[in-house]
């Protein structure tokens, strides 16, 4: 576990990481599963048009999925998303986007949470670019908020 | 003959940023000093509103503002009362689409190209809803060229308007907008050409071009920002509506809601305009026309041919407008999302623009959805072109995620 702390400390690594999910993103393409929740970002930027779908049930993310035109930054940071949001429940899930949220804003956070995540840390340098690596993970937040909704 | 290091001492920019290469004049010009000091001498010396007060600076505003439609006129070569400042090339653009709805009915055809900028299809499209006009598009070249017969293919009796760019925003296609007038008018439609990437680039004359609107905006030629004019031939002005209705452009009214307009071009000049921008406007143009806008254009197309070429030898870039002797290169670098790209040019101190450009349907001609676009000026130089060119060579995937590292 030590050993993969430091290797996500590492610039190197990183850059492979956010190489890595571009250039093969995890859970791509969007399913017509009617079970799913979808939210259409295309709005925000001129360039970036995702959509990312999250089938959210019994209080647990049972799957995400995206696609959509968007560049490294968009298309990695979305992917890096599924991985960390599947599997989890709703709360578990709320703060982990919530931690990222803080990372992205340069606030203090807690790497350990984020696992790949952090290579997104850096975004913050080039404020042009914040609007990528946040546009899956506000789908995100956007759906785990309206789940909550069903439940009232 | 432009001499280029001399024309560079008179844009401050390039002391403050010494390192910057700016190559992103389409979407907007740098401004040289004389412009920021017609500007400031608004604020500092002669502040008042137009066309409302009764002392000497007042006085002297009118004279400047009124007295900029002929520095317009003599610019694009029409008269005075056929100038409307606007807000910018948009606004311009709004008002002909919205002016001309009284001359307009449902079914009429708007004949425009899928090349243009947001702001001449747009407005169009809102009179589509509004009015049941309908909007077509004449075919282009794969570089967003439109030609003569393809126009003409285009061209029928149902077509009352043609919009068109005289030079289109991201391929830089020069339209062959002289023949194109002289076919829709023989056909009877009016032409409204949106001028925002010719009027600062080259010599424009509307009267030997025959469009019944030309627009274009201040600030993509070494201008302030919220200036821009609407040219409208005057018999057509005559019989337009203003799109807003306020202070300065009416005669008189009464509480029945009985309106008397005051004549073109006031009438399409609502509320307080940008006083300071026209003030602007008017030293650019007499800046752009001391260095002269054949000089302009001839310079221009010499640096963009030094540019292509030198892009060409390059195995990672592929140019999506090699054949247009004019305007920005529009190019990729293979592999890399235009913005990743553009990331990495930045992080080399070269500003261009990447993403569709606002035109968001020329993806259906060129083939790709998004581009990098660098964009000259008369002040850009071959050593400016060597280091983005340099630069461009460099990108790649590795290269432009290492910027976050």
Partial sequence: MDNIKSMLDDPMVLRELIMDHYQYPHHHGLTDDASYRSVHMASDSCIDDITVQSKISDGVVKDVRFDGVACTISTSSTSMMTDLMIGRTKEEAEAIVDEYFRMIEHKEYDPDVLEEAVAMKNVYKQANRIKCATIGWKAMKQMLEESGEDHE | MIS??????????????????????????????????????????????????????????????????????????????????????????????????????????????????????????????????????????????????????????????????GVTNVTGAVQPIRAVTKAAHAAGAYVVCDGAQSVPHMPVDVRDLGVDFLAFSAHKMCGPGGTGVLYGRRELLERMDPVFFGGDMNARFSSDGTIILKEPPVRFEAGTPAIEGVIGMRAAIEYLQKIGMENIHAYEKELRAYFLAQMKKLDNIQIYNPDNEYGPVAFNAKGVFSQDAAGYLASRNIAVRSGNHCAKILHEVIGTDSTIRASLYFYNTKEEIDRCVAACSEISLENAIGIFF
Avoid: M
């Avoid at chain 2, 280029?4 to 403050?16: E, L």
């Avoid at chain 2, 400031?40 to 137009?50: E, G, P, Q």
């Avoid at chain 2, 006085?59 to 009124?66: C, F, I, R, T, V």
């Fill in chain 2, 4 to 165: 280029v290091p001399t024309v560079r001492k008179d844009f401050p920019i390039f002391t403050n940023q010494p390192d910057l290469v700016y190559l992103d004049s389409a979407a907007t010009s740098l401004k040289p000093q004389c412009v920021i000091d017609a500007v400031t001498a608004f604020y500092t010396t002669h502040t008042s509103n137009v066309h409302r007060g009764d002392y000497a600076i007042a006085a002297e505003n009118d004279a400047l503002y009124d007295g900029t439609r002929k520095t317009v006129a003599s610019f694009i070569n029409c008269d005075p009362r056929e100038v409307i400042f606007t807000h910018n090339a948009t606004a311009s653009l709004n008002q002909a689409a919205h002016g001309l709805k009284p001359l307009l009915k449902e079914g009429d055809v708007i004949l425009t190209t899928k090349a243009e900028h947001a702001s001449n299809l747009l407005p169009w499209f809102s009179l589509q809803k509004e009015i049941g006009v309908k909007v077509e598009y004449a075919e282009l070249d794969s570089q967003g060229r439109l030609t003569e017969e393809n126009f003409l293919k285009a061209l029928h009796e149902g077509v009352k308007v043609v919009a068109l760019a």
